[in-house]
């Protein structure tokens, strides 16, 4: 009798065991999942953050050219033609 009993205390023993590592396991899955996921998303913030800088830099810097540009024709349309007569003759 005494050995059935020690049995199902070792039988109950392993398997409490077995039910922690198990949740234990559960446990450490969802936190790397967790995790990774964090990691995953501030990374793919930065990137965005960063193309949009980009992004930013070029719309200004076209901007600038066609401001200058539109400045450049102004002066051209608006210069005097005497200048040029003056150079031909």
């Given at each position: 009798m005494t050995f059935i009993v020690i049995e199902g205390q070792n039988a109950r023993q392993i398997y409490e065991k077995m039910r922690r590592q198990a949740a234990a396991l559960r446990i450490q899955a969802y936190y790397r999942m967790f995790h990774a996921r964090k990691?995953?998303?501030?990374?793919?913030?930065?990137?965005?953050?960063?193309?949009?800088?980009?992004?930013?830099?070029?719309?200004?810097?076209?901007?600038?050219?066609?401001?200058?540009?539109?400045?450049?024709?102004?002066?051209?349309?608006?210069?005097?033609?005497?200048?040029?007569?003056?150079?031909?003759?």
């Open positions: 990691v995953y998303r501030a990374v793919s913030f930065a990137s965005i953050d960063i193309q949009a800088g980009i992004r930013g830099m070029a719309a200004r810097k076209e901007l600038l050219f066609r401001r200058q540009t539109r400045a450049a024709i102004v002066i051209q349309v608006n210069k005097p033609l005497s200048g040029l007569l003056n150079c031909v003759l």
